[in-house]
């Protein structure tokens, strides 16, 4: 069964962008973004990888990536219609109409369209990029969660999870800090 991972970057308190859905604010930390390059290379969206020296590594951790509407409009907005190249990609969404092939707009069943793909066979998992209110629709389906955790407060936003969910109930598995101040937190669900 491939993992669903959610990995994502988050203020102190919480948030994973401020109240008008932005998160650029986010620090660009070199400490952090060679770590995360290494591990994870394939969370740099295709545009970029040439410029940041990875446009020829290999998908380490994830071949699928999964966005909420929100999630995707950036890129979007500034020509990217498939951010993501090198992945599978699929944005849930009810309003968005499919402008890519390959970028498959889902506007149905979340968890099950999720659920399908965790069964697939392969060694790669999959990679859910954001945001808060798809997050709270697949907490049942979460397997682990990396936060990018940065020394900054918001004070309001969009929050990890944004809808009600169930307590659940998550082991630490690895909290790595970096000189810059940020932490990567990594949790497993608890069995």
């Given at each position: 069964?491939?993992?669903?991972?959610?990995?994502?970057?988050?203020?102190?308190?919480?948030?994973?962008?401020?109240?008008?859905?932005?998160?650029?604010?986010?620090?660009?930390?070199?400490?952090v973004?060679?770590?995360?390059?290494a591990?994870r290379?394939e969370?740099?969206?295709?545009?970029?990888?040439?410029?940041?020296?990875?446009?020829?590594?290999?998908?380490?951790?994830?071949?699928?990536?999964?966005?909420?509407?929100?999630?995707?409009?950036?890129?979007?907005?500034?020509?990217?219609?498939?951010?993501?190249?090198?992945?599978?990609?699929?944005?849930?969404?009810?309003?968005?109409?499919?402008?890519?092939?390959?970028?498959?707009?889902?506007?149905?069943?979340?968890?099950?369209?999720?659920?399908?793909?965790?069964?697939?066979?392969?060694?790669?998992?999959?990679?859910?990029?954001?945001?808060?209110?798809?997050?709270s629709?697949?907490?049942?389906?979460?397997?682990?969660?990396?936060?990018?955790?940065?020394?900054?407060?918001?004070?309001?936003?969009?929050?990890?999870?944004?809808?009600?969910?169930?307590?659940?109930?998550?082991?630490?598995?690895?909290?790595?800090?970096?000189?810059?101040?940020?932490?990567?937190?990594?949790?497993?669900?608890?069995?």
């Open positions: 069964m491939r993992k669903l991972t959610y990995y994502v970057a988050a203020s102190i308190d919480g948030f994973i962008a401020d109240p008008d859905g932005r998160y650029d604010f986010f620090p660009i930390e070199p400490d973004m060679a770590a995360m390059n591990e290379p969370t740099i969206p295709t545009p970029f990888r040439a410029r940041m020296g990875i446009a020829d590594e290999p998908n380490r951790s994830y071949d699928t990536v999964l966005m909420g509407r929100h999630s995707y409009l950036p890129g979007l907005e500034m020509g990217m219609t498939s951010p993501y190249s090198h992945l599978r990609q699929y944005v849930f969404s009810r309003t968005l109409t499919p402008r890519e092939p390959e970028v498959e707009i889902v506007a149905g069943d979340a968890r099950g369209t999720v659920k399908a793909l965790k069964s697939e066979p392969g060694g790669l998992g999959i990679w859910l990029c954001g945001g808060g209110r798809l997050a629709q697949l907490l049942p389906e979460i397997d682990e969660l990396v936060i990018k955790q940065y020394p900054l407060v918001l004070g309001a936003g969009i929050p990890l999870f944004a809808d009600a969910v169930a307590p659940t109930t998550f082991a630490l598995a690895a909290a790595r800090s970096f000189a810059s101040g940020a932490v990567v937190l990594t949790y497993t669900r608890a069995l």
